[in-house]
């Protein structure tokens, strides 16, 4: 089994910033594609960014330009450095993973962390 945790949520102003990060473990292949997605209250789950295994890279256009999705393959872990954060991107933010050329729609990912609250006020 896949395990994944997210770290690095806060409270922070508009305009700010802050880094998440997921650390993988467990059996992971070399076609495995990561992403992140965020739920804030009363609304559906949505993707944010995701990352391919062979380094592909989308963003959901609402955080094109101020959000960036990396990995570390060396250290089993995804960033999403987000910058000027609006009120809006406030939500619980999800790790998510999974074997196979992904996409952006939850259903397809079979690995989940906890979530790692972002507010921005």
């Known amino acids: 089994d896949v395990q994944l945790v997210e770290s690095g949520g806060g409270s922070v102003q508009a305009g700010g910033s802050l880094r998440l990060s997921c650390a993988a473990s467990?059996?992971?292949?070399?076609?495995?594609?990561m992403a992140w997605f965020r739920q804030a209250p009363g609304k559906e789950r949505e993707g944010v960014a995701r990352?391919?295994?062979?380094?592909?890279?989308s963003y959901a256009d609402s955080v094109k330009g101020r959000f960036t999705i990396s990995k570390d393959n060396a250290k089993n872990t995804l960033y999403l450095q987000m910058n000027s954060l609006k009120p809006e991107d406030t939500a619980l933010y999800y790790c998510?993973?999974?074997?196979?050329?992904?996409?952006?729609?939850?259903?397809?990912?079979?690995?989940w962390g906890q979530g790692t609250q972002v507010t921005v006020s």
């Open positions: 990352i391919e295994s062979d380094g592909s890279i």
């Open positions: 998510a993973g999974g074997n196979g050329y992904c996409n952006m729609r939850p259903s397809w990912y079979p690995n």
């Open positions: 467990g059996a992971t292949y070399s076609n495995y594609c």
